[in-house]
């Protein structure tokens, strides 16, 4: 598994759980998911979320040790790229 590009949110919205960014993921080398989205909570918890469809309906879920695993690579990926002036697309 690994992060194929992230983009820092320029905006984190108005809600509860604030955008950090938007990043691709190549779960495994037969699939990749486009649209990812690293959020922080309200608790200072981090959370991934896969990208929806039909009205905002969920299009895939993780298992909580995946979502984690998930979460801790788009995490350090945003780390790593903020404390070098980068994005993962450049």
């Keep these: 598994m690994r992060v194929l590009s992230l983009i820092p949110a320029a905006d984190p919205g108005g809600g509860s759980m604030k955008l950090l960014a ?33 009205g905002g309906r969920r299009s895939v879920t993780f298992a909580r040790p995946l979502a984690e ?13 903020t404390a070098h002036g980068a994005n993962s697309e450049s």
């Design 69 to 81: 695993a998930i979460t801790a690579a788009a995490l350090q990926t945003l780390e790593h790229d």
């Design 22 to 54: 938007v990043f691709d993921l190549q779960l495994t080398p037969d699939i990749a998911i486009y649209g990812m989205r690293l959020l922080k909570a309200p608790n200072g918890q981090h959370v991934s979320y896969a990208p929806t469809a039909h």
